[in-house]
């Protein structure tokens, strides 16, 4: 074999397996990653809006007390989670549970409460529609 057919094999076998790998993915797990922080879920983007929402302004991923994982929004944790969900007591509202998926920063529960949705760190804008799922993932 001449050097040249080798390497045109070895770039076949390459994309071969990536296409491969590509199929064997579940198509629920969209992982990823900010920052170093894993956020799981139907993430339809790198800051963190899903399939459910996705607004110019759904721009952050929620720690679920259950799991201690990070889903774009509560439909996300129903879906792939295979348990109950679980809210954050009051006394828990200075745990470190959203992500500003613009800039991967992580706010306390007390700090996004009185954050005006806009993220302390970079300034971006939260949908202020999240108020109204307050319920699903704090306690009120
Ligand atoms: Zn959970
Ligand atoms: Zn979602
Ligand atoms: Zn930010």
Redesign the pocket.
């Known amino acids: 074999m001449k050097p040249t057919h080798l390497i045109s094999f070895f770039i076949l076998l390459f994309y071969f397996n990536l296409t491969y790998s590509q199929e064997k993915m579940p198509k629920s797990t969209n992982i990823f990653q900010i920052e170093g922080t894993t956020v799981y879920g139907q993430s339809i983007d790198k800051q963190t809006r899903c399939v459910h929402w996705h607004s110019a302004l759904d721009v952050i991923a929620i720690k679920?007390k259950?799991?201690d994982?990070y889903y774009p929004c509560f439909s996300c944790?129903q879906e792939e989670?295979k348990?109950d969900?679980?809210v954050w007591s009051k006394t828990e509202f200075d745990q470190k549970a959203i992500l500003c998926g613009v800039c991967g920063h992580e706010l306390s529960i007390k700090e996004y409460m009185v954050s005006s949705n806009t993220c302390p760190n970079c300034e971006a804008s939260f949908n202020p529609g999240c108020s109204n799922h307050f319920h699903l993932y704090f306690e009120t």
């Open positions: 679920f259950c799991c994982k944790h989670a348990h969900h679980e």
